[in-house]
Nanobody, 127 residues
Framework: EVQLVESGGGLVQAGGSLKLSCAASGFSFDTYGLGWFRQVPGKEREGVSCISSKGTTFYSNSVKGRFTISKDNAKKTINLQMNDLKPEDSAVYYC?????????????????????WGKGTLVTVSS
């Protein structure tokens, strides 16, 4: 069965760092676009970063310069290195895969076609 399992969340002080990881299985990992989303209660899910099957990446303005997305096709993992964390980064972070994802410097378009989601990992940044 398809699985996406996030890990690495936790409590960190403002200015600190965390590395999120997502272990994938059950689908053709290297052909999918991959992304990280986050959500807080009462707000819509926000696309934070993505990486396409060819390696192009996108970052939202709020995290640009602080977060770095990467993937390892051999290990079937997606990573999000988060530096200089701010209280407003606090959220549940989800990894996702979308076969037809469009992801480039100025574009993060999640199509929802043949897509998979993890259950999320909680990140809390204290002031």
């Amino acid at each position: 069965e398809v699985q996406l399992v996030e890990s690495g969340g936790g409590l960190v002080q403002a200015g600190g760092s965390l590395k999120l990881s997502c272990a994938a299985s059950g689908f053709s990992f290297d052909t999918y676009g991959l992304g990280w989303f986050r959500q807080v209660p009462g707000k819509e899910r926000e696309g934070v970063s993505c990486i396409s099957s060819k390696g192009t990446t996108f970052y939202s303005n709020s995290v640009k310069g602080r977060f770095t997305i990467s993937k390892d096709n051999a290990k079937k993992t997606i990573n999000l290195q988060m530096n200089d964390l701010k209280p407003e980064d606090s959220a549940v972070y989800y990894c996702a895969a979308d076969l037809l994802l469009l992801c480039d410097t100025d574009e993060f378009y999640y199509t929802g076609y043949e897509d998979y989601w993890g259950k999320g990992t909680l990140v809390t940044v204290s002031s």
